[in-house]
């Protein structure tokens, strides 16, 4: 039967077009405050500290998928970094706002009321609530809750929980309004604002396009889903600078009131619906493609359709013209898809918006192939459009395959060009983790982030295959194994015959910074006769080290490398060199190299380096990791120059390399776990230089029983990585109290009345990435010293007290990796500078003698940018000195010896 047939068919996973239900404009908006006028190339200028309330609802349909995107730049004429909020009020059937507590559910675990609770009340004694202790962040009590959650938006909320005991009773801000008997059913529930960001940017020079995508209903709220009992949605623009927009839009790609996006399935020229019939009775268990018709366009429908028809066996046929698809599903279990020699698939222009957008993604699959034949098939993407801000929202993850979980899956002798994001990725769906991968014969080329992924796996089998010319966002690798949770497996990985060349990062990654062996086992992965050639910033590198201060993974594992060859001719990258590692001292990892051959390149860096970490967390240096070299050969490399090591330990990593020369680096003894008490001070309420900490925030407070205390904590956001911190009190007895949180690009003050007096601490710990700095305080305050490692952020000065009769002691300091560096100066009481390093990456350990020691009082320590490199974080520890930091010189404590 010739074109024209047409049938109705339902595609799942794929964006069919999108229609437009909401645009910005002044008139449809009441101004909160600020200004808006009309701008230039039809946008609209919003004046600094605008905010701009809709007037209207849309309507959602829980079904249907929701885009809010708006392009969107930095004011003409101005400078700085404005920041630009779109939000989101949620509505439920009747108008009413879903406030947030209605449906924001910070445990799962339920509280029963233990006696009847009258009006007025303010004291309640709930069985189960001293689960909820360790929630943090405003807290409440939804009553009348389900297990099941179908009480969500719960409306009978009390009013802010003030403390719980041990014990459950709970004590309210104010009391509840209405009777509740006993036996109720409680949950708790987490204040918020009273609205939802739905984008947060902050938008450049140049116009820049935003999105994010909404569907679903979420009993308690999860990314990408409407609050329950959502019946419309009305939005908000915020600004705190001066911001042009244009197209801000709410777009639907499913018209309301359908559950399901149809399509018209429209079969091409010469096509076969004969056959396809047979297949969908199950006649049939091999097809191709071109019974569906010949490719004429777009031909996403007729793909899935032949994806979806029942068929064991799908052939994509080569045919005159490309077949140009949208994102397609692997739906079915069992199945092989094979593409003739030389059929391309390529990806339909100006499609693929979704953040996650794949050409082909296996979710959940088992027994699965994706073959070509002869000389291969071809998935192709178009990098460039996706780079262009103007036209698609900023990702990584616009891959040509993806596959999550699964076991048993096959990727052959294809070429996959041109992603968004991978060539192939591989990670897991839920707890369904992939097994018995195995990827071979493909040529990954011209990818945005990556060649290959690995994130997670077991059994994952990688060779004769080729990985290039990856470049556009880090890491740019030709092949990156790297676990992103706890407990993601990475397990009998092998990568054999394969060759990774001209990529803008490293050939090869293997970076196991959050896996935990305690909850998943240990790793292991195998690279064999692999080349490894003129990758800009490295051939391979291996990396252990804790990323963030909340990660506490004990890795062990093995890696071996067999008969490889790691070669630069072309690239002068100053932090090049061909094999490069990080290993965390608190992780057990055994490296063999055998039969590896070096050819550095014309940066004339070490053949190896190695860096010894400490954990950002803080732990004493106890070095478990072991690397092995046989049968090493650098080319053009002296035996002097085989090795940089980078001891930011100070451990001496006796023992860690064997097989190539290495002299652990030895530095002066100093007295480990010397103890000191402060002296009191005097009170006096002060306004403090910023001196921020990084990752983990820690402050000592010098307190008097009965006399209130108040200090004020600033949080400057770092980037989108920033979230809120909690902040807690520790007396000196030991107990800790809760203070509350702080926020990004937020000043908090806080108080307490201390019961006891003498040095208590206060910890600021939470969100990903906090940057917290004291600033006013009304008792002498300063930073609390990590025996170990303090972590500190932009330039500042801080003192330290050296105390009268001080033994030997040393201050150390390094920057982060290979990567940061630090400009330090130590000046003695009297002025003199003693120690001065304009570069400092590597450890280093001012150790001062005899003479020096006798200069007993406040010392001070500067912190630059260094002449060179790049600066922002950087470490310190002050081994044989009092921890207590002082910000300002007079709030350096008083010590004396403890006893």
């Not at 011209?446 to 994130?455: A, C, E, M, T, V």
């Not at 860690?656 to 020369?661: E, N, Q, R, S, Y």
Request: net charge positive; with cysteine.
């Amino acid at each position: 039967m010739k074109a024209g047939i047409i049938v109705s068919i339902t595609l799942a996973g794929a964006v069919l077009g999108a229609a437009e239900v909401w645009r910005f404009a002044p008139e449809r908006m009441n101004p909160g405050k600020g200004s808006t006028a009309v701008a230039a190339e039809g946008g609209y200028r919003l004046g600094a500290n605008a905010a701009f309330y809709a007037k209207d609802t849309i309507k959602i349909d829980p079904e249907a998928r929701y885009t809010i995107g708006v392009l969107a730049r930095r004011a003409a004429g101005t400078s700085g970094k404005p920041r630009l909020w779109v939000v989101m009020e949620m509505l439920d059937r009747d108008g009413r706002v879903l406030e947030p507590a209605a449906w924001r559910v910070a445990s799962e675990e339920l509280g029963v009321l233990t006696g009847d609770v009258k009006h007025g009340d303010r004291e309640l004694r709930i069985q189960g609530a001293e689960k909820w202790l360790a929630v943090n962040g405003g807290k409440v009590l939804a009553f009348n809750a389900k297990a099941d959650k179908s009480d969500l938006p719960n409306f009978a909320l009390s009013s802010r929980i003030g403390s719980i005991s041990p014990e459950g009773v709970v004590t309210l801000a104010r009391p509840v309004y209405r009777d509740y008997p006993a036996g109720t059913v409680v949950r708790c529930h987490r204040e918020a604002a009273p609205f939802e960001t739905v984008i947060r940017c902050d938008p450049p020079e140049t116009w820049q396009y935003f999105d994010a995508g909404r569907k679903g209903i979420a009993s308690a709220l999860a990314p990408g889903q409407f609050a329950s009992g959502t019946a419309a949605i009305r939005l908000r623009v915020l600004t705190d600078g001066e911001v042009e927009i244009r197209d801000l839009t709410v777009k639907t790609d499913s018209p309301a009131g359908s559950s399901e996006r149809k399509r018209e399935l429209s079969y091409g020229k010469n096509a076969r619906p004969d056959l396809v019939a047979q297949v969908k009775a199950g006649q049939l268990t091999e097809a191709q493609l071109s019974w569906w018709g010949e490719p004429d366009g777009d031909v996403t429908a007729r793909l899935q359709d032949a994806l979806d028809s029942g068929a064991k066996k799908l052939v994509i046929d080569k045919a005159d013209s490309p077949w140009i698809t949208e994102p397609l599903m692997l739906n079915r279990d069992g199945f092989e898809l094979v593409f003739a020699s030389g059929a391309e698939l390529v990806a339909k222009r100006d499609a693929f918006h979704g953040r996650g957008d794949s050409v082909l993604t296996l979710t959940g699959r088992r027994d699965v192939t994706v073959r070509g034949e002869g000389a291969g098939g071809v998935i192709r993407m178009h990098k460039a459009d996706y780079q262009d801000p103007t036209r698609y929202s900023k990702s990584e993850w616009r891959n040509c395959i993806t596959v999550k979980g699964g076991k048993n899956i096959r990727i052959e002798n294809l070429r996959l060009a041109e992603s968004g994001g991978d060539g192939i990725l591989v990670s897991h769906h839920q707890a369904d983790f992939p097994e018995h991968i195995v990827i071979r014969k493909v040529d990954c080329d011209g990818n945005h982030r990556q060649g290959l992924s690995i994130i997670c796996g077991t059994d994952i089998l990688v060779e004769d295959s080729v990985f290039r010319n990856t470049g556009g966002t880090n890491p740019e690798s030709g092949i990156d194994v790297e676990s992103n949770k706890a407990d993601d497996p990475v397990r009998k990985v092998v990568i054999r015959n394969c060759e990774l060349r001209d990529n803008a990062g490293h050939g090869l990654i293997i970076s196991l910074t959050r896996l935990d062996s305690r909850v998943v086992g240990p790793f292991d992965v195998t690279v064999e006769n692999c080349r490894s050639i003129n990758n800009k910033m490295g051939d391979f590198f291996l990396t252990t080290r804790s990323r963030w201060a909340r990660y506490e993974e004990e890795t062990e594992g093995l890696v071996n490398v067999r008969n490889c060859v790691f070669s630069n001719d072309v690239h002068r990258t100053a932090r090049h060199w061909p094999i490069d590692m990080d290993f965390d001292v608190r992780h057990k990892v055994t490296v063999n190299f055998d039969g590896v051959a070096v050819r550095r390149g014309p940066n004339r860096n070490g053949a190896v380096r190695i860096a010894h970490c400490l954990p950002d967390a803080g732990h004493p240096a106890v070095p478990r990791s072991r690397v092995h070299f046989r049968n090493f050969r650098a080319e053009d490399v002296p035996d002097r120059a085989l090795l940089c090591f980078a001891d930011h330990s100070f451990s001496g990593a006796d023992g860690l390399v064997t097989g190539i020369p290495f002299t652990p680096v030895k530095y002066p003894p100093v007295p480990a776990d010397r103890k000191f008490v402060p002296l009191p001070g005097s009170p006096a309420e002060e306004t403090l230089p910023p001196v921020y900490q990084v990752l983990k925030a820690d402050l000592w407070l010098d307190c008097r029983a009965g006399e209130p205390v108040k200090f004020t904590l600033n949080y400057p956001a770092l980037g989108r990585r920033s979230g809120g911190a909690a902040v807690t009190l520790i007396s000196p007895d030991g107990a800790r109290r809760k203070l509350g949180l702080i926020y990004p690009d937020k000043s908090a003050e806080f108080s307490f009345t201390p019961e006891t007096s003498g040095f208590h601490r206060v910890e600021a710990r939470g969100g990903t990435y906090p940057k917290i700095a004291l600033r006013k305080s009304n008792v002498p305050a300063g930073i609390l010293a990590d025996p170990v490692d303090t972590i500190l952020y932009d330039p500042g000065t801080v003192y330290f007290r050296v105390p009268e009769n001080s033994g030997p002691f040393a201050v150390r300091i390094w920057g982060r990796s290979n990567v940061l560096a630090v400009k330090a100066e130590i000046f003695t009481p009297d002025g003199e500078r003693v120690f001065a390093a304009d570069f400092i990456r590597e450890g280093v350990q001012f150790t001062p003698n005899a003479a020096l020691r006798r200069r007993a009082g406040v010392w001070k320590l500067v912190f630059s940018k260094p002449v060179s490199g790049y600066f922002a974080k950087y470490h310190v520890a002050l081994p044989g000195l009092p921890p207590y930091l002082g910000v300002i010189p007079r709030w350096t404590p008083e010590v004396k010896a403890a006893e």
